[in-house]
């Protein structure tokens, strides 16, 4: 059941990505498109590419630094254990990649799977939140009304219940009820000790310090994003204003939350090509733009991916700080 229930969901992310295409090369002219890429400026393009290493440099730091309550991580190992994921999403359906990565850091580290995913839960909630006031600020900046700013609605909706999520996680112990639960779930105690561990995860979000410099890093690495946006423009001869950018760079970035096909292609392209039509810049350079940002992306991560699966990593002893971790800082 399980397999089939892997197979749908693969079936209607390809098929998601295959309806995102057609929608693209309905309403750009591919011929021009591919004009437009091939007088791309290779000296931009090398910018694009220093912008999104930085981009991923920054998010390792940040996964680094939620961990630390948790236990002392190296950066190497961080850093390795992102790019596998991303490998993975990039290959994978339903942002599993995410798994892949509290696995492969596990074993990396030693620390329990459960709460490292509770890390990557407060992580994906830090990071849509960002992401979410870029686009807001910059749907306001540009007076951009229609669907795309009915997306970025949408995108505040779904952070709220991230957040509540989040909160539920935390405090479930609190809850009424929860005794019975814990009762019912004592009989299992495999599930009970995954559930007990992820919550440690979880609790890093009640850390002040911890939080603040996660918000810090994000944005720092959204701006590295924007930037490759816009050196990427500049490559095809477009000259966006920050606005145009970091509009362009949220709104792709929400637009990997639609259960589309490995590496989001189609929903990608599809929101580029979208956005840049509210905002006045044409179509076929809007597509050229996509792909010089999301080919170099998927690159990237595929390589730096694969080389931290060649290169493996033996387990490192890391200074662990389990059921101790306190819900919120002094």
Not at 21 to 38: N, T, Y
């Amino acid at each position: 059941m399980r397999f089939r229930g892997g197979i749908g969901r693969a079936t209607l992310g390809i098929s998601i990505s295959v309806v995102a295409l057609a929608l693209v090369f309905r309403s750009v002219d591919l011929g021009a498109a591919l004009e437009v890429l091939k007088g791309a400026d290779p000296r931009w393009i090398a910018l694009m590419v220093a912008f999104l290493s930085a981009d991923v440099l920054l998010r390792a730091i940040r996964w680094r630094g939620l961990l630390a309550p948790v236990g002392v991580v190296p950066l190497r190992d961080t850093l390795a254990s992102l790019l596998v994921g991303y490998l993975a999403n990039n290959v994978l359906p339903a942002r599993l990649g995410e798994i892949v990565r509290s696995h492969d850091l596990g074993g990396r580290t030693g620390i329990s799977r459960s709460t490292i995913l509770g890390t990557i839960v407060v992580e994906r909630v830090v990071d849509t939140l960002v992401v979410v006031v870029i686009a807001a600020v910059a749907i306001l900046v540009l007076s951009v009304r229609g669907i795309v700013a009915s997306a970025v609605l949408v995108g505040v909706a779904i952070t709220g219940l991230l957040v509540v999520a989040i909160a539920v996680g935390i405090l479930a112990h609190r809850l009424p009820g929860a005794e019975k639960v814990t009762a019912v779930l004592a009989r299992r105690p495999r599930i009970h000790g995954a559930l007990v561990r992820l919550r440690v995860g979880l609790a890093i979000a009640g850390h002040v310090r911890t939080m603040a410099a996660a918000v810090v890093l994000t944005v720092l690495a959204w701006s590295c994003t924007v930037l490759a946006f816009a050196a990427a423009a500049q490559a095809v001869a477009v000259e966006p204003t920050m606005g145009q950018a970091a509009l362009l760079a949220a709104g792709t970035a929400l637009s990997t939350a639609i259960p589309a096909g490995p590496g989001y292609v189609g929903t990608f392209e599809l929101a580029a090509v979208t956005i840049a039509a509210s905002v006045g810049i044409p179509r076929e350079s809007a597509l050229a733009i996509a792909v010089l940002v999301h080919v170099t992306t998927l690159l990237l991560t595929s390589a730096g991916g694969a080389l931290a699966l060649v290169a493996g990593g033996r387990r490192r002893r890391v200074v662990p700080i389990p059921e101790g971790v306190p819900e919120v800082d002094g």
